[in-house]
């Protein structure tokens, strides 16, 4: 079983960007579709983004298109969230998530068998 563990979180003001990191042990990283969530105080967890296996696909929440890229690196192990132009409403904690299956569910939380502990993002105004 995979194991998942997010960095790259902190406070940064609107209009800045972060890069999440989301590092995956084991040698079947390759194998699992990938996933970001977020989830702010009070509200349910959200798709952010997701890409496929090799990284070819990709699927992105709208109103995070265009701000945001998801990328991978299969040769570590490691998929990438560039957020950038963050606004207050993107503070949340930040989720990366593992799923065997791409297609039309690939947006809902049910979909991730292995989640990692969360990262906080905090934009100040």
């Known amino acids: 079983q995979v194991q998942l563990v997010e960095s790259g979180g902190g406070l940064v003001q609107a209009g800045g960007s972060l890069r999440l990191s989301c590092a995956a042990s084991?040698?079947?990283?390759?194998?699992?579709?990938m996933g970001w969530f977020r989830q702010a105080p009070g509200k349910e967890r959200e798709f952010v983004a997701a890409?496929?296996?090799?990284?070819?696909?990709?699927d992105y929440a709208d109103s995070m298109k265009g701000r945001f890229t998801i990328s991978r690196d299969n040769a570590k192990n490691t998929v990438y969230l560039r957020m950038n132009s963050l606004n207050v409403e993107d503070t949340a904690v930040y989720y990366c998530?593992?799923?065997?299956?791409?297609?039309?569910?690939?947006?809902?939380?049910?979909?991730?068998?292995?989640w990692g502990q969360g990262t906080q993002v905090t934009v100040s105004s």
């Open positions: 998530a593992a799923a065997n299956a791409w297609g039309p569910l690939t947006m809902s939380p049910g979909t991730y068998h292995t």
């Open positions: 084991g040698r079947t990283f390759s194998r699992y579709v």
């Open positions: 890409i496929n296996w090799s990284g070819s696909s990709t």
